[in-house]
């Protein structure tokens, strides 16, 4: 009974939510990126980035990145988790983090929803699971007409979005377990590849106030940095 609920309330909260996700059932130096085939460093890429401010962003649109890219995201009194996001999977996702990573974007926002067992989601400006950064991008997995073979496997990150395919925008959520009932319909573009204790530590460390995840604003931990990493 107590999983039925859960899976009714994250439902709900993909439909009513700006960014959410929920059950399928119901430096300063240079940026670089490693090309996947040739293992090349692309320095050039992310320091002509630029894409528009607002409007939706497509895989139609100019200057999307490829190859793979480093990251990593630090916690305020937690620690640090390292990603390698690929831009050969998901490109319009990518670019899109990618940009707002470079700009600081990310930088002092905090993680709102929190679901032991499932995931952690942050990347929203207000902390209410309401915002975004005003500019849009095409939802990249199958049920939106795009193949996307990356399973929402423990680490994976992935793109929150309401029950519009196109809606995500800046939120994104870090797998604590396997959720394969979100694959094809969630964004999923890069892997943990060290600090997923972190992960574990803020599900087990962090207040939440019901079975969706909600985190009062002084509970929320804080991203204090995104940052690439050559």
Known sequence: MKKKLLSILLVAACVLGVSACGKKDD????????????GKTDGAALEN??????????????????????IE??????GTVALTLDADLAPVTVTNFM????????????LHRIIP???????????????????NIQGEFASNGIENDLAHTRGVISMARSAMPNSA??????MHEDAPHLDGD?????????????????????PIQDYNGTVLAKDQPKIKEIRIVE
């Open 73 to 78: 995201i630090e916690f305020e009194e937690y």
């Open 49 to 70: 980035l630029s894409v528009p401010e607002e409007g939706l962003l497509t895989q139609d649109s100019e200057g999307l990145l490829t190859g793979q890219y480093n």
């Open 117 to 135: 067992g499932f995931m952690i989601q942050g990347g929203d400006p207000l902390g209410q699971g309401i915002g975004g950064s005003g500019r």
């Open 99 to 110: 940009d707002l990573v470079k700009d600081g974007f990310y930088d002092g926002l905090t």
């Open 169 to 174: 925008s800046s939120q994104f959520f870090i």
């Open 186 to 206: 969630y964004a999923a573009f890069g892997q943990v590849t060290s600090g997923i204790e972190v992960v574990d530590a803020i599900c087990e460390s962090t």
């Open 27 to 38: 430096t300063d130096g240079k940026f670089t990126s490693v090309d996947s085939t040739s």
